[in-house]
């Protein structure tokens, strides 16, 4: 069943810290129009997007109804929380980063993955702030377990320069030559997951 881009709710999320997921959250919201909903009271979000474009959820406090021309986003700390299993449920796609280190440390991943997929199985995994060979051993570590897609997001300064300027990576791309040449690849890879979930 095709999706339909305006209706689009996606859950940005994984158990474990660190990984990446406001910064992805981030770089689909100033490409493509999200808003964002998130439970982490100390996340730059407010800071980058606009007015009306960001709800932080109060402790307790349940998930907003959200009218269906609003493309959404749930970008979740990865603290327990009943509200990331409600919005998983709801979600058209569920997105888990992983920053790769070890296939020890994916074990949380897997965990997450395990417990996502109970409820939603619109699940993508993204090899995020990856370096040469990261999305390859990711790759054999979730294989073993999983079927679902790995995309791979670089690392790249091209994040950072969207949170300062509070631009989409292409809007950079396209105010100057110098970030127009590095910011291909990035630019590229965002637009390869969404193009997937679309």
Do not use: C
């Not at 991943?109 to 990261?134: F, L, P």
């Amino acid at each position: 069943m095709a999706l339909i881009i305006g209706l689009m709710k996606i859950t940005i999320f994984n158990l474990k810290g660190g990984q990446g997921k406001t910064t992805i959250s981030l770089a689909l919201a100033l490409q493509y129009g999200f808003a964002i909903v998130t439970n982490d009271e100390y996340s730059p979000i407010d800071k980058v997007l606009k007015k009306g474009k960001v709800k932080h959820l109060e402790q307790g406090e349940e998930l907003p109804q959200v009218p269906d021309k609003v493309k959404l986003i749930y970008d979740f700390g990865g603290h327990p929380d009943k509200r990331v299993i409600d919005a998983v449920k709801i979600s058209d796609w569920v997105i888990i980063p992983v920053f790769y280190e070890s296939p020890l440390d994916m074990q949380t991943t897997i965990k997450t993955i395990r417990e996502i997929e109970a409820y939603n199985s619109n699940i993508i995994v993204v090899a995020n702030k990856a370096q040469k060979g990261d999305l390859e051993k990711a790759q054999k570590v979730l294989k073993q377990f999983f079927n679902y897609p790995i995309f791979e997001i670089k690392k790249s300064t091209s994040f950072v320069k969207m949170v300062e300027k509070k631009r989409s990576i292409r809007e950079l791309m396209e105010s100057s030559a110098l970030f127009g040449y590095h910011y291909k690849t990035p630019l590229l890879q965002v637009e390869k997951i969404y193009n997937h979930i679309s």
